[in-house]
């Protein structure tokens, strides 16, 4: 079983572990996508201040890049409005400064941030199976971090020297146990939750909500008082636009620590759907813990160790690539395997 195991582990390394590698580093940038963007384009973030001094109605209606979809109000203090608009197949994201209204800056599909919010979570071919591809690499990232788990363990006697560096082996080696056992754990959590992160209709309803009258829409701050009126003193952080004839509005709300939603029906702001934190079913709270987990939200350090574990899969196929070669020179071609597989652990 052991040479299995072997074998399973370093031949999902060198394949979907290679994509691996790239989700990982994305994953980490986005850790940190905020500041990451503000460094990259400080003119996005240059707002007056933080407090949205304008309708829902008004911010939307300073975008000129299209139709919009989506409205967010400042996420954090001193935070733009961000607006996402569609044009034709393009979306573009538009930053506005909440007290005056002033675009700050657009960009067709957010730029740098937003493609690497895309790859991460689509491959961005989400046309073409993209996210299904990304929950494989998921799935063969916790099977591989386990499995390195299995194949680290060493004897009894020798429990203790595995802890730390071995002065037996070399370098590279040493580096792919020792980081590989210490990750492996922080690995195999942000793989399982990815993987429900990229199924997520699995635990959820599928079901649209959709819009059950016709007619003009109200207007989205009618909308917005619409939705508060049910949870007295919330705050609105976004709102979706009605997306075709049978779109429906879809507010979210801030409820003290906890988070809401409401979907209206765009041409009488009848409610057809509320999820807040009575009312989510089991599948849907396990969902929310997931995307907590997978963020680092959920634990006071967790960005800073979500984000080094996004460079650890980057570290391990590099190390555990020169472990391959390295056995394949010594061992030939038909014996590599063999031996790798009696020198693991």
């Known amino acids: 079983m052991r040479r299995v195991w072997v074998q399973i582990h370093l031949w999902l390394g060198l394949t979907l572990g290679v994509l691996g590698v790239f989700i990982g580093i994305t994953g980490g940038i986005l850790v940190y996508d905020h500041e990451i963007d503000g460094w990259l384009n400080p003119q996005r973030y240059a707002v007056s201040g933080s407090q949205a ?12 890049q299209g139709r919009v979809v989506n409205l967010r109000l400042p996420a954090f203090e001193g935070g733009p409005v961000v607006a996402v608009a569609r044009d034709g197949g393009q979306f573009h994201r ?27 979570e689509n491959l961005t071919l989400r046309e073409y199976w993209g996210r299904e591809v990304v929950g494989l690499v998921g799935f063969a990232m916790l099977i591989s971090s386990l499995s390195g788990i299995y194949l680290w ?6 429990f203790r020297q595995a802890l730390g560096l071995r002065a037996a082996i ?23 939750t990815g993987i429900w992160l990229a199924y997520p209709d699995l635990l959820r309803s599928a079901t649209r909500v959709q819009a059950i009258s016709s007619g003009p829409a109200i207007a989205p701050d009618a909308a917005a008082r619409a939705a508060q009126s049910l949870y007295p003193g919330a705050k609105v952080t976004a709102i979706g636009f009605p997306a ?18 409401v979907f209206l029906d765009p041409a009488t702001g009848q409610v057809l759907r509320r999820q807040d934190a009575s009312t989510q079913k089991t599948g849907e709270r396990f969902l929310a813990a997931q995307r907590a987990l997978h963020t680092g939200d959920a634990f006071g350090v967790g960005r800073i160790v979500v984000f080094l574990a996004g ?31 009696q020198r693991v652990g």
Not at 247 to 257: I, K
């Open 153 to 158: 363990w060493p004897a009894r006697a020798r």
């Open 94 to 120: 538009v930053w506005i400064d909440p007290p005056t209204g002033r675009v700050l800056d657009a960009a067709a599909g957010g730029g740098f941030i937003g493609w690497v919010h895309r790859f991460h």
């Open 170 to 192: 070399g370098a590279v080696r040493n580096l792919h146990y020792l980081f590989g056992f210490y990750g492996s754990l922080v690995l195999a959590l942000l793989s399982f």
């Open 244 to 261: 075709g004839p049978r779109g429906a509005y879809r507010v979210s709300l801030r409820v003290g620590d906890d988070a809401a939603v």
């Open 53 to 64: 001094s304008l309708g829902l109605g008004e911010y939307a209606g300073r975008v000129t």
């Open 311 to 341: 460079l650890l899969p980057a570290l391990l196929a590099a190390t555990g690539t020169l472990m391959w070669l390295r056995s394949r020179r010594r061992a030939g071609p038909v014996a590599a395997l063999s031996s790798s597989s």
